[in-house]
């Protein structure tokens, strides 16, 4: 076992790099500030061009860029992009400690070990082989994002931003990478299509009252009823949908309801939160228009929080023939009793589509299991985690066609 990446891992795990879901307060020393400043100094440590991109008060991106050796018979080809998000989940309802990294059976523990920080450990590892090595044909570009977990604005600002133009989108050249790869746990298969996702929250107003007296108030709960009735029609309805072949049909679901301030008042506001799971080809906005609608009906109002856009791309892009080509190359991957399919899709949504609709082929591949992302109990194989270093490091080093 590579024991410089397990320790890499580990120390990682150990930073807590929580998402500050939906402007939660962080304790202090929380979020992604620390791990971006830590990363800073390891890929400088390896002679990269880093930048720290803070897209929010204490939220920092950390961006790198590794130029090959300069050979004047060699034209240099574009450059390559590989991705990979620095914040988790939070922590609450862990059975494990969350920040310790501990070994145990052949793998380790701990919050963010497997989404996402397993990926951002095997990424990390092979650029610094690659930069000891020099042994990259083409420019490698690296983006450690920030607020995956609930906004995408990290990997937003990188693709957009004019201060990191330079190092992922020249301006003046428009010199796009060649292909991208975002790291996420998906067992080291090749994602060439996922799910997108659109959430909103639907509120119903009443008016407030003893509850001695309900008739002097309205009740924004019952009011809320006749629309969670509707959305479970309507959340039957797109659940038998025709499904995409890669990533199953579409999907809706109510995950929280609030209302209320005591059992004596009647209350004067209820509020769900709606997830819709989009497939390609589907877009936000029809998605939207239907759950509007029947919220209107009954005099709800509706605001989106969160969008995702589906994703898919060719299994024959180039991104997924190099991701191909890096995990045939290693020998415990091609074991006729691995799990691993190569080209998959997933119900997932990651940061993919962002980088595609800038106009860079991505796929999606990095070790661990994505059921046990944001798990009570989250964990990565080592075993994978060091074949992920290794199918990293290959495509950092493959010749890119031109």
Request: charged content about 20%.
């Amino acid at each position: 076992m590579d024991s410089e990446l397990v320790a890499l891992l580990r120390e990682l795990v150990g930073i807590p790099s929580m998402n500050p879901y939906r402007g939660a307060e962080l304790a202090p020393g929380y979020g992604e500030a620390a791990i971006a400043e830590r990363i800073a100094a390891l890929l400088r440590d390896s002679g990269l061009a880093v930048t720290l991109q803070e897209i929010a008060p204490g939220r920092p991106n950390i961006l790198a860029r590794l130029d090959p050796a300069p050979s004047p018979l060699v034209p240099r080809p574009s450059p390559l992009l590989f991705v990979a998000h620095l914040d988790t989940v939070p922590v609450d309802g862990m059975t494990i400690a969350p920040f310790e990294g501990f070994e145990r059976d052949g793998r380790l523990w701990g919050r963010g070990a497997c989404d996402n920080k397993g990926s951002l450990a095997a990424m990390l590892t092979a650029l610094r082989r690659v930069a000891a090595a020099r042994a990259n044909h083409a420019t490698i570009l690296f983006a450690g994002t920030a607020d995956e977990e609930s906004g995408y604005r990290g990997i937003r600002s990188a693709l957009r931003d004019c201060g990191v133009k330079s190092e992922i989108r020249n301006p003046k050249s428009e010199i796009l990478p060649k292909a991208a790869f975002v790291g996420e746990p998906t067992g080291l298969n090749i994602v060439v299509a996922h799910r997108g996702v659109v959430r909103w929250a639907v509120s119903q107003q009443g008016k407030s009252a003893h509850s001695a007296y309900p008739s002097r108030g309205v009740n924004a709960i019952y009011r809320m009823a006749p629309v969670l009735r509707d959305i479970e029609a309507l959340a039957a309805e797109v659940g038998a949908r025709p499904a995409h072949p890669l990533v199953g049909p579409p999907s809706l679901s109510v995950g929280t309801i609030r209302g209320g301030h005591s059992v004596n008042t009647v209350p004067d506001q209820c509020t769900i939160e709606v997830d819709r799971r989009l497939v390609p080809g589907e877009s936000p906005d029809a998605a939207e228009a239907e759950v509007r609608a029947l919220a209107e009906a009954h005099g709800a109002t509706l605001s989106r929080f969160f969008s995702a856009a589906a994703f898919e791309i060719s299994p024959d892009s180039l991104p997924a023939r190099m991701a191909r080509r890096a995990v045939d190359a290693q020998s415990e991957i091609r074991n006729p009793k691995s799990e691993i399919r190569n080209l998959i899709g997933v119900p997932y949504a990651t940061e993919a589509p962002e980088v595609f609709a800038a106009g860079i082929p991505v796929v999606v591949i990095g070790p661990g299991d994505g059921a046990k992302a944001h798990s009570a109990d989250e964990f990565i194989d080592l075993g994978q985690l060091q074949a992920a270093e290794q199918v990293y490091e290959h495509l950092m080093t493959q010749q890119v066609e031109c």
